[in-house]
């Protein structure tokens, strides 16, 4: 029997992924404040006060995350061993979504989320998905640019003010 993680392997023989588990509480606290740590600085929060409003907001995707993709898996992206990601992925037969990917600020811009989408991407469609999907947050144009680069297209009709939804049709 396989498993998400057997099957989704990146050509780049340094990067590998694992199912998440309780002992990556702190890893993915860390990570989530790297990534949005730096978008609610910017709205000139004292310390302490940020570091309570990071913690909600961890607190509310996590939540809501569950809630909105009970069944999805969460992988740690592995370079060399060490953690520099997180993958959050939901599969059924026929379409895959990613719910979120994130990486480390030192590991983005390093070819890290491509090898990481595309070997999504060859493992959905060797499993016979038609479409690879995920949602971007309107304002994070540079997502966006990033996915448009590997083939994912707006969904026009399916765009809210707050995120766009992209789909990567997988040709067999």
Not at 53 to 75: D, E, K
Not at 93 to 118: F, Y
Not at 121 to 144: F, H, I, K, P, Y
Not at 158 to 167: F, L, N, P, Q, V
Request: net charge neutral; charged share 20%.
């Amino acid at each position: 029997m396989t498993t998400i993680v057997s099957e989704i392997v990146s050509p780049d023989a340094r990067l590998r992924l694992r199912l998440a588990e309780a002992a990556d509480e702190q890893f993915l606290r860390d990570l989530f404040r790297s990534v949005k740590g730096a978008q609610l600085a910017m709205a000139g929060l004292p310390p302490a006060m940020l570091d309570v409003v990071l913690a909600q907001q961890y607190r509310a995707q996590v939540a809501g995350y569950a809630a909105q993709c009970p069944a999805a898996h969460s992988m740690i992206i592995l370079r060399d061993g060490s953690p520099v990601g997180r993958l959050l992925l939901d599969r059924a037969a026929s379409r895959w979504h990613v719910v979120d990917l994130a990486l480390l600020p030192g590991t983005r811009n390093a070819g890290v989320g491509r090898e990481i989408m595309q070997s999504v991407a060859t493992a959905a469609r060797e499993q016979g998905a038609d479409v690879l999907s995920l949602a971007v947050a309107t304002t994070n144009e540079d997502a966006m640019r990033f996915y448009a680069r590997l083939g994912f297209r707006e969904i026009a009709d399916d765009t809210s003010a707050s995120h766009c939804r992209m789909e990567l049709v997988l040709a067999p």
